[in-house]
């Protein structure tokens, strides 16, 4: 990318996605919902995936009415390797192109680790980052003979560091890590780039519950050097950046949106 005499025009323009085709796991809600609004805003055309159809369609739905850009819901259990599979060659049939991959479908379970039942921990690791890995997997086979693309991940806070009661957890957003830099190395060659966002406490459905709890929830935000929750519409710039040319030499990068929390 030429750099040189770059005005404010152009710096606009490397931001923009129009005619990209932007799928988002886990975008039925929360932060997923957050980014894939963002990327609309942004020009892209969107494909929402979660396990729930009808949750799918009820966000795209209104990611169209918010932004005027063509959105659709698509059902998927990205721990289920053929509806991975499936759901990637509708989109080619759709729209014939890949763009952009947030992986934002997760869960968060607590359990101390001599309370959390084996299940549970396979259960955290096969969604958060099996699931990752399987998109990612079936995302490169779509951008890397088209020599372009990229994949964001969605790590956490918790990648870098620990908290008590979240074992599985802690070890599937720390394997994201390793995850997301191996396919930035894979990639490389055919330009398609992959990073990682690492949220830190952002008060989205899953930590809801900590409300209930205020000493707990109190004890969370002090982590943070900000001494707060994020809302939702923080995440946005991140992702947007790590998706759009404005980020074309980044890769394999970890971008913590963590109000401080790891420094």
């Not at 404010?8 to 980014?35: C, H, N, P, Q, W």
């Not at 892209?44 to 009820?58: L, N, S």
């Not at 309370?115 to 699931?131: H, M, S």
């Not at 790590?242 to 963590?258: E, F, I, K, P």
Request: net charge neutral; with cysteine.
């Amino acid at each position: 990318m030429n750099t040189e005499h770059t005005g404010a025009a152009d710096i606009y323009a490397m931001f923009r996605l129009d005619d990209r085709v932007a799928l988002v796991t886990g975008g039925s809600k929360g932060l997923g919902e957050s980014m894939a609004l963002g990327l609309a805003q942004a020009g892209a055309r969107t494909v929402i995936c979660a396990r729930d159809q009808q949750a799918c369609e009820a966000a795209a739905a209104r990611i169209t009415a918010a932004s005027g850009r063509e959105s659709i819901g698509l059902a998927m259990d990205v721990t289920m390797e053929d509806q991975v599979e499936a759901a990637f060659a509708r989109v080619m049939e759709r729209f014939g192109r890949l763009d952009v991959l947030i992986n934002s479908a997760g869960l968060n379970v607590r359990h101390m680790i001599d309370d959390c039942p084996a299940e549970v921990f396979r259960r955290v690791l096969d969604i958060n980052l099996t699931g990752t890995w399987l998109c990612c997997r079936a995302a490169m086979r779509l951008m890397r003979p088209r020599r372009s693309g990229s994949m964001v991940n969605i790590g956490s806070a918790l990648s870098a560091v620990g908290i008590p009661a979240r074992t599985p957890y802690c070890s599937s957003k720390a394997g994201l890590l390793g995850l997301t830099r191996t396919i930035a190395l894979e990639g490389a060659a055919d330009n398609v780039r992959c990073n990682i966002i690492c949220p830190g406490p952002f008060l989205t459905e899953m930590n809801r519950p900590l409300l209930a709890e205020p000493e707990k929830a109190q004890a969370i935000i002090d982590q943070t050097a900000l001494k707060r929750w994020a809302e939702l519409p923080e995440i946005r710039g991140a992702a947007l950046f790590l998706a759009s040319d404005a980020a074309s030499y980044v890769t394999g990068s970890a971008l913590y949106v963590d109000g401080g929390w790891t420094a």
